[in-house]
């Protein structure tokens, strides 16, 4: 009878414990002036983890907030939170310390908000036809959490960063949903926020961890084959590596946002060289994509300077550079994702017109299609775009959670030949 006394004095002991620390729960509420973009998000994210004071963090794009759920008995310090939105590129309106309330795990529909980028006016309607669309919003297969990067395999199966779902998912040549990883636990293998995404000749994938600073090796099946990267921004280090394109003499490139460059490294991590910096007439401002196209040169999606770079990446000059911001034809609002196209075409997302532009590679507008919405075609905030072995146009709608499929036509109306 004492046992039983015993034990459920305990028990009451310890529900009055969890029903206090429920309680004491507090959190720090930041109104983030201008964060509009999982780019944005993530490096918001990431800036504020690394307080101690930090138990965990979420952003709500719709309010343009990010929530910071303290650490039991923690000390509010404002300061801290302002220091750390200013790191990540941002200013603040405001910052409100409250009683913590009940988190929702993943958006619904349009639950990232919709942004218009205004008045936005359009050339020539490109040549390319809706075909389908492949995923929505969901943690099943073949579903989707804010996706961010896709990569084309030859055989034609591809991969797709699910950044909100932490995982890698690969799918058949035909769309169909086929296999899934995210290396559990807290470990370094653990995928975090998978953003940027390669396949190279041999099928070996390799995605940027843009919140833990790795890059990440898998086979042609998802077995873990390595992983390299540190924190910093001196050569082979890394602050939010968004991007990533194998070249033809089997280097990596990587798009390094933060640090507003481009940095060559073997596949086992080893430095070579770096392009770009922060400097407007040769250098970047918070890269997004880099794409290696078989001359050698590298294609870089600058982002924040609202313009496609191309980058000699021997001699680290700066080729030629197309578009400025604005909402006109050949204007960028966010130049967030590039793919080479044949005839000597280039394709170019454009993140806040919602909209995705077509380039002859010497820098001359040719067309442009989507608009804003989420109907068949249409996109909210779009931030990559692959060409498949057959000629498709896949753009990742990260707004809309899924994947937006197009052909090429000709005047005829029919499929171009390739």
């Not at 994210?45 to 650490?71: F, H, S, W, Y």
């Not at 990587?254 to 991590?269: C, E, I, S, T, W």
């Amino acid at each position: 009878m004492r046992r039983t006394t015993l034990s459920l004095m305990a028990a009451i002991l310890a529900l009055v414990g969890w029903a206090q620390q429920q309680g004491d729960q507090r959190e720090v509420v930041i109104k983030v002036n201008g964060m509009f973009c999982p780019f944005c998000t993530a490096g918001i994210e990431k800036r504020l983890n690394m307080l101690p004071e930090t138990a965990d963090v979420r952003t709500d794009l719709a309010a343009g907030e990010a929530i910071v759920t303290l650490q039991p008995g923690a000390e509010f310090v404002d300061g801290h939170f302002a220091d750390a939105i200013k790191r990540a590129g941002f200013s603040h309106s405001g910052i409100e310390l409250r009683e913590a309330r009940p988190r929702v795990d993943r958006a619904e529909p349009g639950a990232v908000g919709t942004v218009s980028a205004g008045v936005v006016t359009h050339g020539k309607k490109a040549g390319s036809r809706y075909v389908t669309t492949i995923g929505g919003v969901g943690g099943g297969a073949g579903q989707f959490d804010q996706p961010m990067g896709i990569a084309f395999a030859p055989e034609g199966w591809f991969v797709v960063t699910d950044a909100g779902n932490a995982r890698v998912q690969q799918f058949r040549p035909d769309g169909r949903p086929w296999r899934q990883w995210s290396v559990s636990g807290d470990g370094r293998s653990e995928l975090r926020k998978p953003v940027g995404v390669a396949v190279d000749s041999d099928g070996g994938i390799w995605v940027t961890d843009y919140e833990a600073d790795t890059i990440h090796h898998y086979g042609s099946t998802g077995e873990p084959r390595g992983i390299f990267g540190r924190s910093g921004n001196d050569k082979g280090e890394f602050d939010a590596p968004s991007g990533v394109a194998v070249t033809g003499d089997g280097l990596l490139a990587v798009a390094d946002f933060y640090n507003h460059r481009v940095q060559l490294v073997k596949p086992d991590g080893e430095f070579v060289r770096s392009l770009g910096g922060q400097d407007y007439s040769n250098g970047l401002n918070y890269p997004t994509r880099v794409t290696a196209a078989p001359d050698g040169r590298l294609w870089v999606a600058d982002a924040y300077n609202h313009r496609v770079v191309v980058f000699d990446p021997l001699s680290g000059d700066l080729v030629r550079h197309f578009g400025k911001k604005g909402h006109g034809p050949g204007e960028f609002d966010v130049s967030s994702g590039i793919a080479l196209l044949p005839g000597e075409r280039v394709a170019v997302v454009d993140f806040m017109n919602h909209r995705v532009q077509i380039w002859t590679e010497q820098g001359d507008f040719l067309g442009d299609f989507g608009e804003h919405g989420n109907g068949p075609g249409q996109f909210e905030r779009p931030t990559d775009i692959a060409l498949s072995p057959d000629g498709r146009l896949y753009v990742v709608d990260w707004g809309n959670h899924r994947l937006n499929v197009f052909t090429e036509e000709n005047t005829n109306g029919k499929e171009t030949e390739r």
